[in-house]
């Protein structure tokens, strides 16, 4: 049973790292009509499955993005690094541009736009997200397991579990306009960890995790105020 608590530890490591891919998913997925938005949600995080898989197909591939490529301004730039970045850089660009659309964008026919955005686009979009994700997953899991069969099971379980909870957080976030201004504020922090570990400055998860379940503990309260008056 020495295989045990690696197995628990890594799935629930792969749980939380995948919030973020979860509430990335849920956005995207409420552009699109309501009968739309479960098969969104459903094929995107099944990709981002396959993707890990894949991808620990081809470990020693995955740990060669630890390599050096180049030196910059005294940074060293290795393949991971280039992937975060592009990474962090889309997630911000994107997360700004739903907030302002959200925000900013109030008549009718400034947001109808919004709701012309098609499958595919947004499933293209999803895609490059799950490889900035995976990569990042994959990398975590060798350092916490050296048994390859324990990180196949861990990516499966937790996918399954993404799966389960992606509906009632999709559902929360629709029905809450400033739980999904929240949420991409939350997005927005894990785009500039990103940008940040591939540059080699690491920000703490915990920080940002931390920052993000006080923040939503404030609105619950703010929002049970409301409706108590």
Do not use: C
């Not at 620990?56 to 050096?68: E, G, K, M, Q, R």
């Not at 109030?106 to 499958?119: G, I, M, R, T, Y």
Request: charged residues 15%; proline residues 3%; glycine residues 4%.
């Amino acid at each position: 049973m020495d295989w045990l608590i690696p197995l628990l530890s890594l799935i629930a490591l792969e749980v939380v790292l995948g919030i973020d891919n979860i509430i990335f998913i849920s956005i995207l997925s409420d552009r699109l009509p309501p009968e739309k938005r479960r098969s969104l949600r459903l094929i995107g995080l099944l990709l981002a499955m396959v993707m890990r898989l894949v991808l620990l197909a081809f470990i020693s591939w995955i740990l060669s993005l630890d390599h050096v490529l180049f030196n910059l301004f005294d940074v060293d730039f290795t393949g991971k690094g280039l992937i975060l970045l592009a990474g962090g850089t889309f997630l911000i660009y994107k997360s700004t541009k739903e907030i302002y659309h959200k925000v900013e964008l109030k008549s009718e026919e400034q947001v109808k736009p919004l709701k012309k955005a098609s499958f595919s686009r947004l499933l293209m979009e999803i895609i490059l997200l799950d490889l900035v994700f995976s990569v990042d997953s994959i990398i975590t899991a060798v350092g916490m397991v050296n048994e390859l069969w324990i990180m196949y099971v861990a990516v499966i379980v937790t996918v399954l579990i993404m799966i389960v909870a992606a509906a009632p957080i999709s559902n929360f976030i629709s029905k809450h306009p400033s739980f999904k201004v929240l949420a991409l504020s939350f997005l927005m922090m894990i785009g500039v960890s990103l940008i940040a570990e591939g540059l080699h400055f690491e920000i703490p998860k915990g920080y940002i995790y931390f920052a993000m379940a006080f923040s939503f503990i404030v609105d619950i309260i703010q929002m049970k105020t409301v409706k108590s008056n």
